[in-house]
C-alpha cells in the first residue's frame, strides 16, 4: 500500500531542513494520511481508503461523506 492519498493523489514532501550556520540537510514531510472506512451507496456497502486530511475536510464540506 502506497503513502498516498486515494482522493487527490496527496504523498511526501522533499525539501531542505536549514541549520543556523546555513547547512542545507534534506527533509522528508509524510502526509497527513487516515485509514477510514467510507460508506459507498453505488456499491452498497463500506470502503476502505487512505485518506488525507485535506480530502476529508473537502468532502464534508460538500457533504460528500459520513465518517
Known sequence: MTKSCSI???TRNNGYA???SHVRT???QKANL????IWS???NRWIKVTISTK???TLLKFKKINL
Open 55 to 57: 480530502a476529508m475536510k
Open 18 to 20: 536549514i541549520s543556523h
Open 26 to 28: 534534506k527533509k522528508i
Open 41 to 43: 451507496v453505488q456499491q
Open 8 to 10: 487527490n493523489g496527496k
Open 34 to 37: 487516515h485509514n477510514k472506512k
